[in-house]
């Protein structure tokens, strides 16, 4: 029997043809969001590259680059900027994982209700959230006050305008952003492995360090990935907290454009920044499944 006279040739071209047309429908239908990540991601990130790449008279050079490398201040900002985003993720894995587990051992419903005090900072802006931390921390703040009455210390301390308010401003907004997952990570654990290894002879330190914690490690790192790379970009709580002494790239950026109004240095800063983000991104992705963290990882 030859091709021509096959009954299935004509059914395989047919189901070609319809896979074609099911592709190019799922394109029409998907083709409104590829053009909105087109223009609001992609655009802007080329003219950043772009701009990066101009020199002051508006030919195309390194002279940007050359100048990060030549300047030790770039530098200093770039450490400042990574030491920040280790002191805030390290906090707020400290503070954050013991209140997950708390919250992942409760009732549902009783979770449910402590999880509102977890996303209450979400219904308050970010900018009067810094500016409450300044008032709360400033040297006449209720800190302060309360830390003298009680005989903590015997002056003022300075906890604003130095690193110090500027993690406990960061840690506070960034602290929701790794509970989320760690919870979720926890709540999607089952607890029939915990009852295996109290079966087994595990006592429950035994049963946590060995079962519950190696289950809910793939949460916790989607929980630092996301706080630590939120941080490299942050710029109001160093801005006002910092008082000018806590300069990070994204400050760094806004003084390029506000100050000098070189597009050029600024774009370069940028450029720099997110190449940074993108190689943390792809040595996180060798080390953990990042659909696997971003999914929980209780299975």
């Known amino acids: 029997m030859t091709a021509a006279t096959d009954p299935a040739t004509p059914n395989a071209a047919g189901l070609r043809r319809d896979a074609a047309l099911e592709r190019l429908a799922l394109f029409g239908l998907g083709s409104p969001a590829l053009l909105l990540v087109l223009v609001a991601m992609v655009l802007p990130v080329g003219w ?16 940007h680059y050359r100048r990060m490398l030549a300047e030790p201040s770039y530098g200093r900002t770039f450490v400042t900027t990574f030491q920040v985003s280790i002191l805030t993720t390290g906090i707020c894995i400290l503070l954050g994982y013991p209140l997950a587990y708390v919250l992942a051992q409760l009732p549902r419903r009783a979770a449910n209700l402590c999880m509102i005090g977890v996303l209450l900072p979400f219904w308050t802006s970010l900018l009067v959230r810094t500016y409450a931390w300044l008032v709360l921390l400033q040297r006449q703040g209720l800190v302060n006050q309360w830390g003298i009455k009680l005989g903590l210390w015997t002056e003022p301390v300075a906890l604003v305008h130095n690193l110090n308010g500027t993690l406990i401003g960061m840690v506070h907004i960034m602290l ?39 289950l809910s490690l793939p ?20 801005a006002v907290l910092g008082g000018g002494r806590v300069i990070m790239v994204s400050n760094r950026i806004a003084t390029d454009i506000e100050l000098f109004f070189n597009w050029g240095a600024a774009s370069a800063l940028g450029v720099v920044l997110l190449g940074l983000t993108l190689v943390l991104l792809y040595l996180a992705s060798r080390l953990v499944r990042l659909d696997r963290v971003l999914g929980g990882g209780g299975h």
């Open 48 to 63: 950043l590259f772009w701009l990066s790449f101009l020199a002051d008279d508006g030919s195309l050079s390194l002279e």
């Open 176 to 214: 929701p952003f790794l509970i989320l997952p760690v919870y979720g990570s926890m709540r999607a654990i089952d607890r029939d492995y915990i009852k295996a290894a109290a079966n087994l002879g595990a006592g429950p330190v035994a049963a946590f360090w060995k079962v519950f914690l190696p």
């Open 219 to 238: 949460g916790l790192f989607g929980g630092a990935l996301i706080v630590f790379i939120l941080c490299l970009g942050f710029y109001v709580t160093p």
